[in-house]
């Protein structure tokens, strides 16, 4: 057990459907994040949440949209993706975005696009 | 290119012998590296962490090791188990906005 719970841990959606991925962390941590992690590449950063704000976006296309609601939630809203979008989602947080903490992840969403 | 190069990309060993995995990187002005070790179908699970002063750490049968000058790491894991099959992660910061940067992996297999 992490302390960071990914749901669901598997989605198979159309390129025309909406869905949110959801992440919840109970280590009281100030950091959230979601990463992107395809097949025998590294891992893609995509947000960073510090204290509930939004201070990094990697360039993610706007298909991607993230929501952090509170410290201890993050979701990522998902529409009109597409086949190359089908990936491991995970979720981490850390005790601050400064970088010399390490982040703690959850097992991921399994994604797949139709 | 990725600046951090992690080799080699999969190897397979059998149980109870050593094995060492290597993490090259270019990532400047450095801060820290960190080895991460991901079972199939989990995330990700912190290793250990070596800043720019510290050229070694363990953690049980884990050893990592850093040489700063020539910006290489290995990671070398003693007496494998069946259990020490998985992915390993290396991942070095950046002091540039606290980027940072991962590798593609080594996937490591323990055979009986």
């Known amino acids: 057990e992490t302390g960071v719970t990914q749901t669901p841990r598997h989605l198979v959606m159309g390129m025309t459907n909406k869905k949110s991925l959801k992440c919840e962390q109970h280590?009281?941590?100030?950091?959230m994040y979601w990463y992107k992690q395809s097949a025998k590449k590294p891992l893609e950063l995509m947000f960073v949440y510090s204290l509930e704000e939004r201070v990094e976006n990697n360039s993610v296309p706007s298909r991607f949209s993230p929501e952090c609601p509170n410290s201890s939630h993050l979701f990522l809203h998902l529409h009109t993706l597409q086949p190359e979008d089908s990936a491991l989602y995970l979720c981490?947080?850390?005790?601050?975005?400064?970088?010399?903490?390490?982040?703690?992840f959850g097992d991921g969403t399994r994604l797949s696009i139709l | 290119k990725n600046q951090v190069e992690q080799s080699p990309q999969s190897l397979i060993i059998l149980e109870g012998k050593n094995c060492t995995l290597q993490c090259n990187y270019t990532v400047s002005p450095f801060s820290n590296l960190r080895w991460y070790k991901q079972d199939t179908g989990r995330g990700p699970v912190s290793l250990t962490i070596?800043?720019?002063?510290?050229n070694t750490k363990s953690n049980g049968r884990y050893t990592a090791t850093l040489d700063a000058d020539t910006k290489q790491s290995s990671l070398h894991i003693t007496a494998s188990q069946l259990s020490d099959s998985a992915s390993y992660i290396c991942v070095v910061t950046s002091y540039n906005n606290n980027d940072m940067r991962f590798g593609a992996g080594t996937r490591l297999t323990v055979k009986p």
């Open positions: 280590l009281g941590h100030n950091a």
């Open positions: 981490a947080s850390s005790q601050d975005s400064g970088g010399n903490q390490p982040q703690h």
């Open positions: 070596m800043t720019f002063s510290e």
